[in-house]
């Protein structure tokens, strides 16, 4: 069984882990591949990200143990 999204998440932590890092919204979807307003609304908790876009905004605002978690669902060519 192949895990196509993330479950809900306790979303306000994503941006608090943008913000502590300084970043703004744009530039951490930028970094990550993932469009803006997506981004945006995933941090509403309004959407979700795919396991493999989850992955990426982990690497870029530093949540390492995240990654970790994350790696091994992810489709080979898709780890970093």
């Known amino acids: 069984m192949q895990i196509d999204s993330t ?24 970094d990550s591949g993932i469009d803006p307003g997506h981004l945006s609304k995933v941090e509403r908790g309004e959407k979700q990200l795919s396991v493999e876009a989850l992955y990426r905004l982990a690497l870029v605002v530093d949540l390492d143990e995240l990654a970790e978690h994350l790696k091994p669902l992810l489709s080979r060519g898709a780890v970093a």
Not at 7 to 30: F, I, V, W, Y
């Open 7 to 30: 479950p809900a998440l306790n979303t306000p932590s994503l941006r608090a882990a943008r913000e502590a890092k300084g970043m703004s919204l744009r530039a951490a979807a930028r």
